[in-house]
């Protein structure tokens, strides 16, 4: 817990597939393919990796003018390279952005984190896959990204870092008679007063049972005598009126 960190400091597939970096097994395929991934990093990427910064969630309309016009303000722009599909030649929605200084280059880390461009809530990082060791991207199954219902969200990024572990108190197993014999005595103690407990409650509720019968019984004969009076006052009335 000393060096612990909510940022990834090296990357791992089975830490980045558990919320707070302490899972043992992975718990989709995509973690499987990412530990059994051997990825290197492209070689034909030019420039310093760590002047340059990662822009995604673009709209896939925004033009590499759009973005010059947007990062600039944050300082001089060395290169920028929006990635685009080979065949078709359309955005993938991310993007590249070198600058000249650090100081530029930290300033729009800090500030263009969800900024709006084109209708589009963008994600700002630090370039990962020079910088961060063992970085695996997602289409092997690795990165920070993915969506909840696709089943591969990611921790110990930028957008979800990891969450602090909890940490328990170690749990004796001297409840059910394993620790010492005072314990297990206050243990048998405990059950003899609930048996008890439940002999009085049991005794009680026969009490209470006893005197609603008794008292069903009495009703009974009242009426049964309250209705004999009355037969017998119906009689007197017929002799009267013959």
Do not use: C
């Not at 989709?28 to 393919?33: G, H």
């Not at 300082?75 to 993938?92: A, E, P």
């Not at 990165?143 to 930028?158: A, D, I, M, T």
Request: proline residues 4%.
């Amino acid at each position: 817990m000393a060096d612990w960190a909510p940022i990834a400091k090296e990357y791992d597939p089975l830490k980045a597939g558990s919320i707070d970096g302490t899972d043992e097994e992975p718990h989709d395929r995509a973690i499987w393919r990412a530990m059994l991934a051997r990825y290197v990093p492209n070689k034909g990427v030019t420039g310093d990796p760590h002047l340059t910064l990662f822009v995604a969630r673009l709209n896939l309309q925004t033009t590499e003018e759009k973005l010059k016009e947007v990062f600039s303000r944050y300082g001089d722009i060395r290169k920028i390279r929006l990635v685009r599909d080979l065949v078709t030649g359309f955005s993938k929605g991310y993007a590249f952005i070198e600058y000249k200084e650090e100081r530029a280059l930290l300033k729009a880390h800090r500030d263009a984190n969800r900024l709006v461009i084109d209708q589009h809530e963008i994600f700002v990082d630090f370039e990962l896959e020079r910088t961060l060791k063992g970085w695996i991207p997602r289409r092997l199954g690795g990165g920070f990204g993915g969506k909840k219902e696709s089943g591969q969200l990611r921790f110990g990024g930028r957008d979800r870092p990891f969450r602090k572990p909890i940490n328990l108190p170690n749990m004796k197993n001297d409840f059910y008679g394993e620790g010492s014999s005072e314990k297990r005595n206050w243990s048998r103690e405990g059950t003899r007063d609930w048996r008890t407990r439940d002999r009085d409650h049991e005794r009680s509720r026969d009490k209470r049972w006893s005197e609603r019968e008794r008292s069903w019984a009495w009703g009974d004969s009242e009426r049964e005598r309250d209705s004999k009076e009355e037969r017998s006052r119906g009689r007197e009335r017929k002799d009267r009126d013959r």
